[in-house]
């Protein structure tokens, strides 16, 4: 059930989170039967093999300089005795795990294993005096239900059980607008023409082995349909983030916080033929191990508008220059045939995902904002100047018209008087 680990038993606890694959905890036992607890100690360590469990004890159990006497010593209610050894500092037991009593306890993950070690000691040279009680050692190996059970070795190499537990998990990939800082997530989605997009992708690991993690491709549209249009690719052709090259400074950051995350920026825009004043970037994520030198598949390239040319996150340049011809496998952007993390797991766990950020709303051009402003009070000032001279032009015209009827009343009565 998987090859051996040899785990100091007062470890157990510390390394195998809280469920141990072996523990032994020694208990003296009183007058009357009852058991105190003692603190653990490094003196007995369990070796849990396929098929049998294998104990070392050191002879100085307690850790006093006094070494007990191996035939003081037996394992499970069997009083299974050790094995014959020349070795004077140590005492070694060798069991099948269904002998010496072990009890078997099946768990909705694992199979565990039970026994125990005793010391029983006897008055030795003919006096009638103990110097030491008993002691019951509390013996477990766990094995993990889900797993190989061959008796072949393991490849790749055996990991613990908790480890196995989160590769069957699905791996969290996440997508951020971080602030300018990059230490917190951007309380506001909104931004100026001019401004620049900070975004943060990351998976979350858990207990994998360690992962780096790539931006495959990314593209913005108006709405969260992917496949919208209008729509603008900002990354392509497996990392390579195009949107350096239409006059912006679009990149990827170097170097990378962690493996697990890759920070990038983004000049923002909008959409010129779309009502809209939102866009929403989605962007195709996947993982690789951490120490996979990156290739034409798997890399993270930013073009330097300074030097005219592609630069990696990480790795060789040469990795980059398909970037330049646009075409960084047999065919453009297609997305790769989901395989898993940990082949040796019942249960798929996909590499890669797609995740959406947005909206990001769109206020007008920053550099623009106290010009618009002088200008809308401008236009304002202009309309109500207009508007007052329309009404004193309409009021003089209405006096003129006023007097002149007036007027001619009045020279029509002198006429008629004549």
């Keep these: ?35 105190n607890p003692v603190t653990p100690t490094s003196s007995v360590e369990v070796e849990c093999l396929e098929a049998e469990l294998v104990v070392t004890v050191n002879r100085d159990l307690f850790g006093t300089g006094k070494l007990v006497e191996p035939e003081h010593l037996t394992l499970g209610s069997e009083s299974c005795q050790p094995l014959v050894s020349v070795d004077t ?35 030795v040279g003919g006096l009638s005096i103990l110097r030491t009680n008993q002691a019951e050692v509390p013996i477990e190996c766990r094995y993990p239900r889900q797993g190989n059970v061959s008796s072949h070795a393991i490849r790749p190499t055996w990991v613990p059980f908790s480890a196995t537990v989160s590769s069957e998990e699905k791996l969290a990939f996440s997508l951020r607008l971080m602030e300018e800082n990059w230490n917190t997530e951007k309380s506001s989605p909104t931004f100026h023409l001019g401004e620049v997009a900070h975004l943060q992708a990351e998976v979350q690991t858990g207990s994998h082995p360690p ?24 990354v392509d052709f497996h990392g390579c983030l195009v949107d350096g090259l239409s006059e912006s400074f679009s990149a990827f950051q170097a170097p990378r916080p962690r493996p697990e995350t890759l920070q990038f920026t983004v000049d923002v825009f909008h959409f010129t ?12 994520l996947k993982v690789t191990p951490a120490n996979q030198t990156p290739d034409k598949l798997n890399k993270a390239c930013s073009f330097n508008r ?18 330049t011809k646009g075409d960084c496998s ?48 401008a236009q304002t000032s202009v309309a109500l100047g207009l508007g007052l001279a329309t009404v004193a032009f309409l009021t003089l015209a209405a006096i003129v018209l006023g007097v002149t009827r007036k007027c001619h009343s009045t020279s029509h009565v002198v006429s008629l008087s004549q």
Excluded at 97 to 121: G, N
Excluded at 273 to 284: A, L, V
Excluded at 309 to 323: F, Q, R, T
Aim: charged letters at 20%.
């Design 1 to 35: 059930m998987g090859p051996s680990y040899r785990y100091p038993l007062f470890l157990c606890l510390v390394l195998c989170g809280g469920t141990e694959l072996c523990s032994a905890l020694p208990r003296w036992l009183l007058p009357g039967g009852t058991a």
């Design 89 to 123: 500092d140590v005492v070694r037991f060798k069991a099948q795990l269904h002998e010496c009593c072990s009890r078997v306890q099946v768990t909705e993950d694992a199979l565990v294993y039970k026994t125990f070690l005793m010391h029983d000691p006897r008055p």
């Design 211 to 234: 992962l780096k993690l790539f931006v495959d491709h990314c593209v913005a549209t108006p709405s969260p349909d992917q496949n919208g249009s209008p729509s603008h690719t900002i």
């Design 273 to 284: 033929n779309s009502s809209r004043n939102m866009i929403y970037i989605t962007c195709h």
């Design 306 to 323: 300074t030097s005219k040319s592609w630069l990696p996150v990480e790795g060789d340049a040469d990795v980059c220059d398909c970037c």
């Design 330 to 377: 047999s065919s453009r952007y297609s997305r790769p045939r989901a395989h898993t993390v940990a082949p040796r797991n019942r249960r798929h766990v996909t590499d890669e995902a797609d995740v959406t950020v947005g909206p990001l709303i769109f206020l007008g051009k920053a550099s623009n904002q106290a010009v618009e402003g002088w200008t809308s009070s």
